[in-house]
């Protein structure tokens, strides 16, 4: 995110994220010296944000620590007429009503007796802290223990020495009380929380601090409607919406936004932009939403600057609702580009074209004289356009840098998503191809060690892919063989190779195969060639 606003706005100029979530934007924003509004219709992302951010004194926040844990755990409630005691004396969320779907009916049946009466005394400590920033940073922990110290939280297969687990609101998207609830030691769980909490703000003091920390505006408020900022007053856009039916945000922040004393309202809920939640609503009400959001994005965005919108949907119409909806209030369409982030998951494999192994993140940018996306005329057979695409795919990720050749699935079936959406045929693709794997290993080679697909050798590209593009490819790919056999080749030898491999007698001028040549090779001897070694080249697409 961080090198999308270096690329896209300059030192001083005003990022904003209309659906602001965790406040990522917003700091980074302001970690690279520009101005930053955050928005969010959530009171837990305020809340978040602005305990994370505010300035503190180390010494002063270790020190409101220490007073909270010593009070703590002198009179921390064990025994069962403790636990009664505190009950009564400290408060805590009685009667919140949980979401439909839940386990249980109210929040305060998310927890055990015991863990009521020491989240509710260790609240009542922490409210006592004179200095707001301090205590706002506590409360902020605290928020991260409420996480842990419920009957939705069990023991994960990837549970470290810190205390990592499984929430059923993160693991499930609702509350579901765990077979076997982990019970944890609150206090030193805080004490962890500290040290990552005291991390974070030294992290972010040398430029979010006293001095800077007027520069970031946050606010609790509906992307729909932007009254606060006028028309052409932001420099650029970046921001993650919410999806569909994918995660009900605001439900699923009951627990905490009960526990913190934050309100949602009627209002709230009616704007949250959703598909069913609390309210039930339809597909056509969330789009309704989303595109009234993205009207004054519009509206707010300084002409000859960018909207990055990130994308991870399934469903193809609601990448058509984006683009037909920027473009009809004046945006224009600079493309997409793929986001991976991290391991690719079962779900993704077993559904390459329904669910994206990242996300996409779409590129629109205000001008006075927008050009429409120009929609494909598909004009041949569907499996034609998907051989070309991967065609395309593997040459484009062979590179020396890397030591790669050919393309994983992932790389595969992401390219093919984003061609899909822009071309208009994904439906299509997820009908006829919901399994690509045999018309992959039909037409191309396979490795287990590197998990990728290739072009099998002496064999031509069955489609057009750009013929510098298919030189690079089937140079890196003989002179990696010559290389492995410990030998060299010479110019004549090369082209001999080359020539027959390019499609339909294409034959290009000696020179632009030198040139290639030039850029991934190196000499050897008088007349030999071989690849460039190690850090000697890069990626050259």
Known sequence: MQEYIKNFSQEGDLVFDPFGGSGVTAIEAMMTGRRAFHLDLNPMSVFLTKSLVAPVIISKLTEAFENV?????????????????ALLKYPYPKGIVLPRGSDVETIEQLFSQKQLAQLSFLKHLIKKEK??????????????????????????DIATADGQGDSSAFRYYRYRIAPNPRDIDIMKYFKLRLEKIVKAKQDISSKINLTTISNLQIFK??????????????????????????????????????????????TDFEQEAIEGGELKKSKSEYNDLMAKSIEEMYRVLKFDRWMSFVFAHKDPEFWHLIIDTAEKVGFEYAGAVK????????KKRQNPFTVLSGQLIINFKKVHRPRAMLKANLGMNISEIII????????????????????????????LIIKGLEMGFLDLLKKEYSDLNPLLNELFDYSESTQR?????????RTHVDLNLRIRYYLI?????????????????????????????????????SNILESIGQRVGQSGWE????GQTSMFF
């Open 531 to 534: 690849l460039k070694k190690d």
């Open 131 to 156: 200095d707001i920033n301090c205590r706002e940073t506590l409360m902020l922990m605290f928020s991260g223990i409420i996480t842990k110290a419920n009957l939705t939280y069990h023991t994960s």
């Open 69 to 85: 844990k010593i009070a703590f755990e002198k009179k921390c409630p064990i025994n069962q007429d403790e636990i009664n005691q």
């Open 453 to 461: 697909f290739m072009i099998r050798p002496n064999t031509k590209f």
């Open 221 to 266: 408020g509906t992307a729909i409607k932007l009254d606060f900022l006028k028309n052409e007053s932001v420099d650029y856009i970046y921001t993650d919406p919410p999806y569909g039916n994918k995660i009900p945000y605001l439900d699923l922040s009951t627990m905490w936004n009960g526990w913190l004393d934050l309100e949602v309202t009627k």
């Open 339 to 346: 986001q991976a982030n991290g391991q690719t998951s079962f």
């Open 477 to 513: 790919s003989y002179l990696r063989r010559m290389e492995l056999e410990k030998k060299s080749s010479t110019f004549d030898e090369i082209i001999l190779h080359i020539i027959p491999l390019l499609k339909n007698g294409t034959t290009p001028e000696q020179q632009t195969v």
């Open 388 to 415: 070309q695409t991967i065609e395309g795919v593997i040459a484009k990720n062979t590179s020396l840098e890397t030591n790669s050749k050919g393309a994983t699935i992932e790389e595969i079936n992401d390219e």
